[in-house]
């Protein structure tokens, strides 16, 4: 219910507006406009959290055309706390107006947040330092906390995610330098088409990438 009316206040916003874009959003799917460049909008990821009072919720902004590797401007927004990342395909991303970047070399145990799938336990028992795993309930975010290294990845290993939910937080990783891909390791694309779901794994690098892809498989 929460998620319908925000997405109606971002749909309503966005007509006043007069701007020549379209729209495809969780909900109300794609709504063509006319326009060559396509608003896609979550507005709010972590609805859970939301209702729960549980401060790690965020609404979710890209601006592409017809896939996930067109997306050209991506910004996600932590709703309580205000923390703000903008990214713009080629000129990096910015957390706060301050130019962040995902480590290179990380050291010691690989501080992980996942959602597993159906046969999840089983892939558990095989990832590395197991007493390192967060779950936080928002994807965006998640993905966000890989780019400037909070977390050294996210797993999401069942094909669950849509292109609405991870469209802005995967330009943010790639501009931050970090890695996104779907669970067997190739590079993450989709349709912008919100019936699509995709597992990911976001990293801070290669070198984490290849360590998890040995064990998720």
């Not at 909008?41 to 009072?53: E, K, L, Q, S, Y």
């Not at 797993?155 to 067997?184: F, M, N, P, S, W």
């Amino acid at each position: 219910y929460i998620d319908k009316i925000t997405e109606n206040i971002a749909i309503k916003y966005v007509k006043k507006s007069n701007l020549a874009v379209n729209i495809l959003s969780e909900e109300a799917g794609f709504l063509d406009f006319g326009g060559e460049y396509t608003l896609i909008i979550d507005p709010i990821d972590g609805t859970r959290n939301a209702v729960r009072g549980i401060p790690f919720y965020a609404t979710s902004i890209a601006v592409g055309k017809d896939t996930l590797n067109s997306v050209e401007y991506g910004i996600v927004m932590n709703i309580p706390t205000g923390d703000t990342y903008i990214a713009e395909k080629g000129e990096g991303v910015y957390l706060n107006n301050r130019r962040i970047s995902a480590p290179q070399h990380v050291s010691g145990k690989i501080l992980s947040s996942l959602i597993l799938g159906e046969s999840g336990d089983k892939r558990m028992k095989n990832l590395p330092y197991m007493d390192n795993i967060r779950s936080f309930g928002a994807a965006s975010l998640e993905m966000c906390l890989v780019a400037h290294g909070a977390i050294d990845c996210f797993l999401c290993l069942k094909k669950h995610l849509r292109i609405t939910d991870i469209a802005a937080a995967t330009l943010i990783v790639r501009e931050a330098h970090g890695v996104v891909c779907d669970r067997k390791g190739r590079e993450l694309n989709m349709p912008s088409d919100v019936l699509e779901r995709v597992s990911v794994i976001a990293s801070v690098n290669k070198e984490i990438l290849s360590r998890l892809l040995t064990t998720v498989d």
